[in-house]
């Protein structure tokens, strides 16, 4: 993509999944990418593991790619770690041109068994944590006078409800308009703000259906193209929208879904005729 080699990029959650493919994608591209992710939790040493491994893997691979990347720690919902890892991004590259907005967690619960933390935790983390990033970066970008680009991995919930797991839904359309008013509070500087909607992906949080074949041909029942998506695919929009190529789009979701947001269910004329 025109525009990506040699700049600088953080992607929050970038050890795993979506974060991870994006992180890739971008040294691919030519960026010095920082890789966020989460200090592991005490006793779960199966997140540990896997927070390890994630790691590493995006590590050799920008490094395959004759890039400069870095590791940063950092919970997105803290105000003062968010603060510290623009510094150390900052100390090590000079500036960031590109923020992308990735970390996410989910809970599943009835809502009105919903434990109040658990909202709050959700919220804290994929709402509050993208908007703390991105005014560190528009902080960075406005001080500098430099244009930039930011990308919200937000989801296909934000259009479509999704029962029993309310937080997420509530979070991701707060992150469309984040995005929008951002888009046109910024554009006269220079920076671009426009997100990401995956549909149902191939990752690591979504192996309870991916792994087990009658719940995959469920989900995927539900969309046009038949089948999940990948994380490179969403990757290779989220490079796209960084890019000099999408140099005049901002304020702006782009769906990657397989046609799920086009209501499956009406593939078929059952309501007026």
């Known amino acids: 993509m025109r525009g990506i ?3 600088v990029a953080i992607v929050t959650g970038g050890s795993s999944g979506i974060g991870q493919a994006i992180a890739i994608r971008l040294a691919e591209d030519g960026a010095n990418v920082a890789i966020n992710y989460v200090g592991y939790p005490d006793g779960a040493e199966s997140t540990k593991d896997a927070i390890e491994r994630g790691k590493d893997a995006c590590m050799c691979a920008m490094r395959a790619a004759d890039v400069h990347p870095m590791l940063v720690a950092a919970d997105v919902s803290q105000e003062d770690e968010v603060e510290q890892m623009f510094k150390d991004v900052i100390a090590e590259y000079g500036h960031v041109d590109f923020l ?5 967690i989910q809970f599943a619960a009835d809502t009105h068994e919903l434990p109040v933390d658990s909202f709050d935790k959700v919220l804290a983390v994929n709402l509050r944590g993208a908007f703390l990033c991105a005014r560190q970066a ?3 970008m406005v001080d ?6 930011i990308v919200n991995v937000s989801s296909v919930h934000q259009e479509i409800p999704k029962p029993r797991f309310l ?15 951002l888009a046109l509070e910024y554009a006269g500087r220079g920076i671009r703000v426009n997100a990401i909607a995956p549909g149902a992906t191939i990752t690591p949080i979504n192996r309870s259906w991916v792994d087990d074949p009658e719940k995959r041909a469920m989900v ?10 990948e994380s490179w695919e ?17 304020g702006q979701t782009l769906f990657i879904d397989g046609g799920l947001t ?12």
């Open 138 to 140: 528009l902080k960075h």
């Open 5 to 7: 080699e040699g700049k």
């Open 262 to 273: 086009l209501f499956a269910d009406f593939r078929t004329t059952w309501s007026s005729e």
């Open 220 to 229: 995927e029942s539900h969309i046009p193209m038949a089948r999940a998506g």
């Open 100 to 104: 992308v907005n990735n970390a996410g």
């Open 167 to 181: 937080p997420y839904s509530v979070s991701k359309g707060g992150m469309q308009n984040l995005t929008r008013t």
């Open 144 to 149: 500098e006078e430099r244009p930039g680009a």
């Open 234 to 250: 969403m990757a290779a929009a989220a490079s796209f929208l960084l890019s000099d190529e999408a140099a005049y789009i901002t």
